[in-house]
């Protein structure tokens, strides 16, 4: 006996395989019915790369970002797996929206289509929620900040919304536990909903046959095999085609820098949630569950009685407008919304900003791990890595009074000198020609103290009395500070004897000094790092600015940090700000 | 074709051979799906193979230099277990300073041998004979000389000698793992 026949005789399959082959569209075969199976097919690339990346992802805070960044960058075909998924996602999303219109539009929804189209609205929600719990597992700051803004807006739904937030995040913060909840959701309990909603549907479609386009197609059928089969192929490659060509594009899926709960991140709901997000900002307040819930329920509710209310013995569309123009509204205020909040960002120079430094940030951070992560997780990493410590450093202890590049307070709002480009020449020679210029030290409480060398005194009697420094000195002088910041002696260069004689009757030189009382800093090693390291420490220690420098007169002066801060971060700053003498 | 409800009337059978027949264009539409399906399968096969075959580079042949002790702990012709403290990478996770496993040194003159202390049978932990005249393996009694050479038990091969230097007094090894149960001798990353 052939195999086949031994099989057949045991499971009849050959009396499935026969019904598909000859299953027959009434009305004949037609594209517009393909979305829904480019849709199933899309699923399908879904269901198979999501169980690929499940063999690498590791659902845990201090492992999630890790794991990621670990298949986008070294498991081979990695980075394309995840882009299949996610933009696979995206494609369901909108081949959902368009099946459930194209049902709409026909009045497919009509009885005895009820429960069919009910269905299908519930597929296209649970592929949406499918989505919102997919996009935090990785654990970066738009997937963290994404879940902090939708489960808030979960808590703030009247009476079950904290019992569910609870329930989502598995306690009060996210955390270990949300992941293992968002995880166990995302890959067990929605794909199985997902499964049985999208079988049942497939089957009830299948029993009532499509809704036919005009009553004179009753009379016309087609073999569902390989009439239709083939549309329901050309549309899904066609899907696939943008799934690859989205995923080329982009190298897979976005990855932020890790989730870090401290920082300020632009956060931003993916594209199909823009609109929500754009309908919220009118709603002050205590309204904003109008934005958040209400409305979105409205509209839910809407679709869903469809149905029920449209029995008028006509199915012509026109017959049906009146249902259909609140419809036909929700698409259009969904598109307008997102064009607007695309529109409101991208004239914000502010949050243009915010964005391009958090994509440096996620840059870094996928150099840093190619290196490895430590146990303590990926933002352990971020945070301690020099390169990034140093600056969240100066952001923290130095910036709201000193400017350095990008680094600093609100333009204006410097209180104490800008050490852009700190040590070099050109520095040295502003100090000398306008040492009260508002972002030098005419904020600080050295206004006055020291004059320039090249402008007379505003006062008549003095300016009588003014030369201006003679350009070569003031180059001299200037050759020799900028040589001290490069942690060189200078020792027998011409701006060495200068400043020994006209500069110490207020600076230092080697500790010395014509006039103790005055505050003058040390020349010697001036901008260097152990000079520099000197100030961070204890701006009155001598070392850099002599003891008077902290007189507690002298109000809103530089803090000393030595208490403040370990002496590797001090150190760490140091050497930031003297890089500053090499631009 | 409607009713009063507006609904198609029932349709008692469906038609079980179609009204229209496409004929020629039947033999092209089978191959466009056939194709089509190949072409879509793919898409998802080729990345599932690439991302879940087992990569040649894993860190295997490059060479890692560990101190484990210093020339002068050691004793002339007697072997002693020191243990390796490295960084353990572990795929994306990098641990500092772990016990990475334990080696046997045998100090003879200047120079230095290094054996692995796994067992090549199935990986058990190889111990010094309490007569310090040869090594054995305690979970299948695989016995070796002092040079490594396996003597008796199952073990399908020698132990595995590990290259040793000395810098600055400092014995230096390159910590390697290899394949067990083999008679070949095979790193593994
Ligand atoms: S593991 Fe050593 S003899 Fe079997």
Redesign the pocket.
């Known amino acids: 006996m052939k195999l086949g026949d031994w099989l057949d005789e045991r499971t009849g399959y050959r009396a499935i395989v026969r019904k598909l082959v000859e299953a027959t569209v009434p009305g004949g075969a037609r594209f517009a019915y393909a979305w829904g199976a480019a849709l199933g097919f899309v699923l399908v690339l879904v269901a198979v790369t999501g169980v690929l990346m499940m063999t690498v992802y590791s659902p845990s805070a201090t492992t999630a970002w890790a794991s990621v960044s670990y298949l986008q960058q070294k498991v081979p075909g990695g980075w394309v797996v995840r882009g299949l998924h996610q933009f696979g996602a995206q494609a369901a999303i909108v081949l959902g929206v368009i099946h459930v219109g194209y049902a709409i539009v026909r009045g497919a929804y009509r009885k005895p289509r009820e429960v069919t189209y009910w269905l299908s609205l519930a597929l296209v929600g649970v592929i949406v929620v499918a989505a919102l719990t997919g996009n935090p597992l990785r654990w970066d700051q738009r997937g963290f900040w994404g879940l902090r803004v939708e489960t808030g807006i979960i808590g703030t739904v009247p009476v079950v919304g904290g019992v569910l937030q609870q329930l989502l995040l598995g306690g009060g913060t996210p955390g270990h536990m949300t992941l293992s909840r968002l995880y166990t959701l995302h890959t067990v309990v929605l794909p199985l909903l997902l499964g049985g909603i999208a079988a049942k549907h497939v089957w009830l479609s299948r029993k009532h046959g499509p809704a036919l386009a005009k009553p004179a197609d009753a009379v016309k059928s087609d073999r569902y095999f390989p009439t239709q089969a083939a549309r329901d192929v050309i549309v899904a490659l066609g899907a696939l085609g943008v799934i690859v060509a989205l995923t080329w594009m982009k190298h897979g899926a976005p990855l932020d820098a890790p989730a870090d709960p401290t920082s300020d991140y632009p956060a931003r709901p993916e594209w199909y949630f823009l609109a929500l997000y754009e309908m919220r900002k009118p709603f002050p307040g205590k309204l904003e569950l109008i934005a958040t819930v209400v409305i979105p329920g409205l509209v839910a509710g809407y679709l869903f009685v469809l149905p029920l209310l449209d029995k008028k013995a006509d199915r012509g569309v026109m017959k049906r407008l009146p249902l259909l123009v609140p419809v036909g509204l929700f698409g259009l205020a969904a598109g307008v919304l997102t064009f607007a909040s695309m529109r409101t960002d991208a004239a914000d120079a502010a949050f243009g900003k915010a964005v391009a430094k958090a994509e440096a940030q996620g840059a870094k951070s996928l150099v840093l791990a190619a290196e490895g992560v430590p146990p303590e997780g990926a933002l352990a990493m971020l945070r301690n890595h020099p390169e990034t410590r140093r600056v969240a450093l100066f952001e923290q202890h130095c910036a709201s009074c000193h400017r350095m590049g990008d680094l600093g307070p609100p333009q204006g709002k410097d209180t104490a000198p800008d050490l852009t480009g700190f040590g070099t020449k050109a520095w040295a020679k502003r100090v000398m020609e306008e040492p009260d210029h508002d972002t030098l030290f005419g904020k600080t409480p050295f206004k006055g103290e020291m004059p320039s060398m090249t402008k007379p005194p505003a006062d008549p009697e003095a300016a009588a009395a003014f030369t201006a420094m003679k350009p070569e000195d003031l180059e001299a002088i200037t050759d020799f500070l900028a040589a001290q910041a490069q942690g060189k002696k200078g020792e027998g260069m011409p701006g060495e004897k200068l400043v020994s004689q006209r500069c110490t009757s207020c600076h230092r030189l080697d500790g010395k000094t014509d006039d103790e009382d005055t505050l003058g800093p040390e020349l010697r090693g001036w901008a260097s790092v152990p000079w520099i390291l000197a100030q961070i420490d204890d701006p009155g220690s001598g070392a850099a600015y002599p003891k008077g420098a902290m007189d507690p007169k002298l109000e809103g002066h530089m803090p000393a940090f030595k208490e403040k801060l370990s002496e590797k971060d001090r150190r760490l700053l140091a050497a930031f700000v003297q890089e500053q003498a090499g631009k | 074709m409607q009713n009063d409800l507006g609904v198609e009337p029932p349709r008692a059978d469906r038609p079980d051979e179609p009204s229209r027949v496409d004929g020629g264009r039947r033999g092209a539409l089978k191959v466009l799906c056939a194709l089509g399906g190949a072409a879509y399968a793919g898409a998802i096969v080729v990345p599932a193979v690439k991302m879940l075959a087992p990569s040649s580079e894993g860190g295997a042949g490059a060479a890692r230099w560990m101190r484990v002790c210093r020339l002068a702990d050691l004793t002339e012709g007697e072997p002693r277990r020191v243990v390796v403290v490295g960084d353990e990478r572990d795929a994306y996770t990098v641990t500092r300073d772990q016990l990475l496993g334990s080696i046997w040194l045998t100090k003879k003159g200047e120079g230095v041998t290094a054996l692995s202390a796994v067992?090549?049978?199935?990986?058990?932990s190889?111990d010094l004979n309490a007569d310090k005249k040869s090594f054995f393996?305690?979970?299948?009694?695989?016995r070796f000389s002092l040079a490594g050479a396996a003597e008796a038990?199952?073990?399908p091969r020698d132990m595995d000698p590990l290259t040793v230097r000395v810098v600055e007094g400092n014995v230096e090894v390159d910590f390697k793992l290899f394949r067990?149960g083999i008679a070949e001798r095979k790193e593994v990353g």
């Open positions: 067992c090549p049978h199935l990986g058990c190889i393996c305690p979970c299948h009694t695989s038990g199952p073990s067990q």
